[in-house]
């Protein structure tokens, strides 16, 4: 027997989990939220580290007025970049206002419920029976070493992801892998605090985003195609914008626009940041990685075949996040053997709902079928109404008018 039971479970508290919260809520569900809010970014993201995305980009889905981060901030102009302190803070304030009382708690099991359901186990060891699960955790589970670092102990190597104070590193000699705003912002502000860093890029050169341009003619803006939460041009806002159709373009299209859609690059205000303080080796591939002398020797190969040997103390790999249903193990073996999945990732109707009826994934983990803005907190709000819309449409009782807001209705009328 459950300890206790409600209509969903969201498991995660960030952007995509509170967004969906705060909806779902709106409709007059019981829902609980498991996680202290933001804590991924407070935990794992770097002080002095800023957001990528423009002020407008950085909304979170609800359903309410004024619960933006440019409501909450109208006078941050566009393009300002936002501190990683600032739109944690905001998260928070989001959470206060339109979900009171999330737990601060993990999910560490959900299992299929007898006979129908889920049964969701927490780290305080309470089990609720749930007729619906949104799994929302984030990008956390999937950070990603390569191979050729992939085994070494913590101490040598370790993910970008894994370093909210990079202040340990002062003094030391650092490689930071990638050529993304992580590692290069990574890198800067290591070498903020004193450490040498030395970046290892397999890209030719390195890319850096252009400064926004706010006050575009009309001519311009016809020709550079219109501006939307993933930057400027018809396709790009096509994929952020309207990521309903991208999940009906064939999967090899939609797997080809994921990976292509914004390449790694550095943002336009970090560029004069990177100076002679951080060392760039650009067209250099990873070998052989190995502890020697208490640190760490990479080999890498650059595009001519010249092995070349690079004796560091740590390691960061700041290579970014692949989705990988096997390493969700909140959800029990059981349970991610009957979910479709197509090259890690999960199948997902046009609602978010996997092949397993109740079971939703919001975030990276939907990117392969919605595409490149479930990257980024910009797709929250699209994902969060989706699912939202589609558990209250199977909540007897309960109907969305036009307005998007819920009705309780008499017992015995009817739902459409």
Known sequence: MNDSACDVVIAGAGPYGLS????????????????????????????????????????????????????RHPDWRLSDPVPRETFVDYGRWFASVVIPGTENAEVVNVEPGRPHGYVVTLSTGETIGARAVVVAVGVGPFAHIPDELAGLPS??????????????????EVAVVGAGQSALETAVLLADLGAYP??????RELDWNAEPDWHRSLAARLRGGPR????????TWLWAERPGLVRLLPEQTRRRIVKQTLPPAGAWWLRDRLDGRVRVSTGRFLGKAAENDG??????TDRAGL???????????????????????????ELRARIDSRFGSPVLTRNFEASTPGLYFAG??????????????HGAEFAARRIAHHIIDGTPGMRVPAGGRATLLEPGASTR
């Open 20 to 71: 969906t919260a705060a909806y779902l809520q709106n409709l007059g569900l019981g829902v609980r939220i498991i996680g202290k809010p933001m804590r991924f970014w407070d935990e794992n993201m770097p002080t002095g580290m800023y957001l990528k995305s423009e002020p407008f980009a950085s909304n979170l889905g609800a359903p309410q007025a004024g619960m933006g981060f440019t409501d």
């Open 155 to 172: 101490w040598l190597v370790s993910h970008s992801s894994a370093h909210r104070d990079l202040g340990p590193f002062a003094g030391r």
């Open 198 to 203: 030395h970046v290892l890029a397999r890209r």
């Open 228 to 235: 939307s939460g993933l930057g400027t041009g018809y396709r």
């Open 295 to 300: 640190g760490i020797a990479l080999t890498t």
């Open 307 to 333: 092995r070349r040997v690079t004796q560091v103390e740590h390691v960061i790999a700041a290579t970014g996040y692949v989705p990988d249903l096997e390493r969700l193990t909140m959800i029990s073996r």
């Open 364 to 377: 990276l983990a939907a990117a392969a079928t919605f595409g490149p803005v479930m990257r980024f907190v």
